[in-house]
Every structure is written in structure tokens, then in C-alpha cells.
């Protein structure tokens, strides 16, 4: 029989999504729910606490102070109930984890350094996940993630990682050695504001080419492209520092203005934490402390 002074799971997972993304509708994503279902769930959990969990603005959610102060003992619950779970379902949970980042951090960040990574630690067994469009509908099922985008947008549970500063890049032999953002293709990733406009616009110098601009769902593209000497492309320190240091890639001028976006760490809670988590993020920080600072 279940017991009657708890409330239905369902709702508990709801108020929890829905305070961990202030968002009815991302929390819908998260679970795989309808948005109007997550609503329901909470309100219900709402009527059976006898007191309001969020307030309800025309475009966001704020938790109340009973909502504040009834997380925390949710998601302890949560992490005691995966910790414990963890004991009964074999002792590869210990040694394997799953890894969400974007495309861009997963080729050229991460890949290049897992061999050390690797060679720390022979035991451990990564599956990384790499949406593009829609990360938060697949974090729910990594033990870690490394997101990228504004501050603002990042939960309390974040971790910042990078400082990056934007500029220019493209191949040594580029238009000449010479290259021309007037006449030379340009690419960009799409959605960022770390862009050509922007880049210009830090300059005080005005922006004509925007229809021109060739644009890609990730920086991957955009970073090849300029690779292979087709084009020139927006960057930032992260993903071409090592690029530049071993010449692959060049920055033709000086000019970086800091990048609003930084790549931040969403961690396991000290309870749902294994072996393999442990393992990656004191690797993770010490490759992040070991990169030298952006340059102005």
C-alpha cells in the first residue's frame, strides 16, 4: 500500500524539473510530458502542501519561499533513491558515465585531450552525447553536462568553466596570406552573439554583410571550413587555442572582444556521484586551470 503522507511521485518529479528550469515548458521537455500535465502536477502538489510553490509571472516562474526551502529535500530524496539504486543494478554504474556537451566541445576540446584522460584512468567507459538543438530534452539521462551559452540562461547547479574572448580565424594561406572580411567568405555559427556583427560592432565600425554570411548549426562546420581554407569564421579561445598553437589556424587580426557565452559545468549532486564522475571532473578542472588565460 502506498504510503499516504507522501505525494505521488509524478508530481514531485514535476515540482522538481519546474523549479530546476523556472519553466513549465522546459520541464515538459525534460520529463516528456505536455506542458499543461507539468502544470497540473504542481498545482496538485500545491493543493496537497496547502501552500503556493512558485509565483507566476506573465513570462517566468519564481519559487516562494516554501518552494525554496521544499527543493533542496526533494532532490536530496532523488539522489538518495539513485544512490541506492546504484547498489543494485551491477558494478558497471561505477565505472561508465554518461556525458552530455555540444558538438563543437566534444571534437575539439574534448577528443583531443581524452587520451590523457585515458591513460589516467584505463578503467572508465564514456558514452557522450552531442544534441544540438535541444540539450535539456537529453540531460536528464547524463550523470554530467558541459553546456554552452549565456549566463543568465544557466541554473544555480551550474558551474562556469571559460572566459572566452571572439575574433577572426581562418588558414595561414587564406586569400594570400591577406585575408579581407570585405571580400572574403565568411561563415558564423548560428544564434550566438559572438558574431560578425558583433565583432565589427566592437570596433565601432559598421556591418553590411549580413546576408552574406554563411551560417551552420555548429561550430564544427564553421571551424572546418575555415580548417580547409574556404573560408573565415568567428571563434573563441575554447574550441581553436590548440588550432592556433599548432598553426592550423591563424588569427589575422588582433582585435577580441570578450565573449558573452562561457561553457559551464552542470555536476552530479555529492550523492549520485561514482567513481567515473569523480574521475572526470578532477580531470575536467585540472584541464580547465591549466589553459592559459584569453588575451585581449
Not at 554518461?98 to 558538438?103: A, G, I, P, Y
Not at 567568405?185 to 554570411?213: I, M, N
Request: aromatic residues 10%; charged residues 20%.
Amino acid at each position: 500500500m502506498p504510503d499516504k503522507s507522501l505525494p505521488p511521485l509524478t508530481w514531485l518529479r514535476a515540482f522538481e524539473a519546474t523549479a530546476r528550469h523556472l519553466s513549465f515548458t522546459r520541464a515538459a521537455r525534460d520529463l516528456g510530458l505536455t506542458q499543461s500535465a507539468v502544470s497540473q502536477h504542481v498545482r496538485s502538489l500545491e493543493a496537497y502542501l496547502g501552500r503556493d510553490l512558485f509565483i507566476r509571472k506573465t513570462r517566468a516562474l519564481e519559487l516562494t519561499e516554501a518552494g525554496s526551502t521544499y527543493l533542496p529535500v526533494i532532490r536530496d530524496a532523488f539522489d538518495l533513491i539513485a544512490t541506492g539504486t546504484s547498489a543494485f543494478t551491477g558494478g558497471d554504474r561505477g565505472r561508465s558515465m554518461v556525458l552530455q556537451c555540444n558538438m563543437a566541445f566534444s571534437v575539439l576540446w574534448l577528443a583531443p585531450r581524452l587520451g590523457w584522460l585515458y591513460a589516467r584512468h584505463p578503467w572508465l567507459v564514456l558514452n557522450i552525447v552531442t544534441p544540438i538543438w535541444d540539450p535539456e530534452r537529453h540531460a536528464a539521462n547524463a550523470a554530467m553536462e558541459i553546456r554552452f551559452g549565456r549566463p543568465e540562461d544557466m541554473s544555480d547547479a551550474a558551474q562556469r568553466l571559460t572566459r572566452d574572448r571572439f575574433y577572426p580565424v581562418c588558414a595561414p594561406g587564406y586569400q594570400g596570406g591577406a585575408p579581407d572580411p570585405e571580400t572574403a567568405t565568411l561563415f558564423d555559427c548560428v544564434g550566438l552573439t559572438g558574431s560578425w556583427g558583433a565583432w565589427h560592432k566592437s570596433q565601432g565600425r559598421p556591418f553590411d554583410r549580413e546576408g552574406e554570411v554563411n551560417l551552420a548549426s555548429t561550430f564544427v562546420i564553421a571551424i572546418e571550413t575555415a580548417r580547409a581554407g574556404a573560408a573565415m569564421t568567428i571563434a573563441h579561445d575554447t574550441l581553436v587555442a590548440g588550432l592556433l598553437a599548432e598553426g592550423a589556424l591563424i588569427r589575422p587580426f588582433a582585435h577580441s572582444p570578450p565573449l558573452t557565452e562561457a561553457y559551464f559545468l552542470y555536476p552530479p549532486p555529492p550523492h549520485a556521484q561514482t567513481p567515473a564522475s569523480r574521475a572526470v571532473l578532477d580531470w575536467l578542472h585540472e584541464e580547465m586551470t591549466a589553459m592559459p588565460p584569453a588575451q585581449g
